[in-house]
C-alpha cells in the first residue's frame, strides 16, 4: 500500500509526536501513592510494563509507569496517558483498538499492534485489579 500526500504527513507527524514522547516522557516514573498496579510482558518483543494508578471516586488522577519500553510502546502510552487523566474507570475500560486507531492513526497499529496496545492494556488490568480489590 503507497501512501502519499496529506496522508504520509499524518503518518509522519504521527511519528514525530511517538519518537518525542518516547525521548522526553512526562509520565515515566512511579507514582508515590497509588492504589492500582499491573505489570505486562510482550513476549514477542520483550517490552516490560508496570503500570501505577491513582484512583479516586471512580477516576483516573494520575497514572506513572516503569520498564522497558521500545519506541512505540511507550510513546503511544504518553499519548494515551494524556487523552485518559481525569476520565472514569469505566470509560477507560470500554477503550480499544479502534480507540488507538483513531488516536495515533491506523497504519501505525497495524504494524506494531501488539507494542501499541501493551499501555492500554495494562492500564485495564490494573483497574481490574482495583476493582476486585474495592
Same mark, same amino acid.
Given at each position: ?14 511519528? *514525530?509526536?511517538?519518537? !518525542?514522547? !518516547?525521548?522526553?516522557? +512526562?509520565? +515515566? ?6 492504589? &492500582?498496579? &499491573? ?15 491513582? #484512583?479516586?471516586?471512580? +477516576? ?26 481525569? *476520565? ?5 475500560? +470500554? ?20 507494542? &501499541?496496545?501493551?499501555?492500554? *492494556?495494562?492500564?485495564?488490568?490494573? #483497574?481490574?485489579? !482495583? *476493582?476486585?480489590?474495592?
Amino acid at each position: 500500500m503507497k501512501i502519499f500526500g496529506k496522508e504520509y504527513f499524518k503518518i509522519f507527524k504521527l511519528l *514525530e509526536e511517538i519518537l !518525542y514522547r !518516547y525521548n522526553f516522557p +512526562k509520565y +515515566k516514573r512511579k507514582l508515590k501513592n497509588f492504589n &492500582a498496579f &499491573a505489570k505486562s510482558v510482550n513476549e514477542l518483543c520483550g517490552d516490560t510494563i508496570e503500570i501505577y494508578l491513582e #484512583i479516586l471516586e471512580d +477516576k483516573i488522577l494520575d497514572i506513572g509507569y516503569e520498564g522497558k519500553c521500545c519506541t512505540i510502546s511507550q510513546g503511544v502510552l504518553e499519548i494515551l496517558i494524556d487523552k485518559i487523566l481525569n *476520565e472514569t474507570i469505566s470509560d477507560i475500560k +470500554k477503550l480499544d483498538v479502534n480507540y488507538l486507531n483513531d488516536l495515533i492513526g491506523e497504519n501505525i497499529i497495524k504494524v506494531r499492534t501488539k507494542c &501499541a496496545l501493551i499501555g492500554l *492494556e495494562t492500564i485495564k488490568k490494573a #483497574i481490574e485489579k !482495583y *476493582e476486585g480489590n474495592s
